[in-house]
């Protein structure tokens, strides 16, 4: 029987995935993960059996806090078009703030890794999926309410905000000014009117 893990999953995880996100799927190597970590490589195969592996486990601890933080936008606002509104603002600020380099695991992933496929791509499109859900349903509670014209489409609209939110993230890798993102999430949510 093997010793217990003597080390906090949380922690090692969240450094793994801010090495992931800082460098990237393909220039992070196992002894970047170890420096980082400061488990020593059995420990690290013992605990998570490949990069990839640990790579997965990094995507699903961003995917689901991110997925958990649009999720509280959207449910702790006056209504489901302004936690809408909030998310995108909040998007535009992380684009023109300090990080906005750093992007979004989730975007760069895919830009790095998308068409090569796997469990990766699967993952990283489950994240996605999810995110899409919460904006639809959003638009839907919208439409009921009377806030969304009742022919607007909330599949296509939740849709039509997730590839505009990779957008914004891509974006985030010019620098663009505060003003410059606030504009583009001005014109978005003006088709949901």
């Known amino acids: 029987?093997?010793?217990?893990?003597?080390?906090?999953?949380?922690e090692v995880l969240q450094k793994a995935t801010n090495l992931f996100w800082e460098q990237g799927y393909s220039a992070t190597g196992v002894?970047?993960?170890v420096e980082a970590t400061r488990l020593k490589p059995g420990s690290l195969y013992a605990a998570f059996h490949s990069k990839e592996d640990l790579f997965l486990a990094a995507l699903d601890h961003y995917g689901y806090r991110s997925v958990a933080t649009i999720q509280a936008m959207l449910t702790g606002s006056a209504s489901p078009l302004e936690g809408i509104r909030r998310c995108l603002l909040q998007i535009a600020d992380e684009v023109a703030g300090d990080r906005a380099s750093q992007g979004c695991l989730l975007v760069n992933t895919t830009l790095e890794l998308g068409r090569?496929?796997?469990a990766i791509q699967k993952r990283v499109k489950a994240h996605f999926n999810q995110i899409e859900r919460l904006f639809r349903d959003a638009l839907l509670q919208a439409r009921t309410r009377g806030e969304l014209a009742p022919d607007k489409n909330p599949d296509a609209l939740a849709a039509f905000l997730l590839s505009s939110i990779w957008g914004l993230r891509?974006?985030?890798?010019?620098?663009?000014?505060?003003k410059r993102a606030k504009d583009i999430v001005k014109q978005l949510l003006s088709i949901l009117e």
């Open 1 to 10: 029987m093997g010793r217990p893990a003597a080390f906090d999953r949380e």
């Open 31 to 33: 002894a970047d993960l």
């Open 116 to 118: 090569h496929g796997g």
């Open 170 to 178: 891509v974006l985030g890798g010019t620098a663009p000014t505060r």
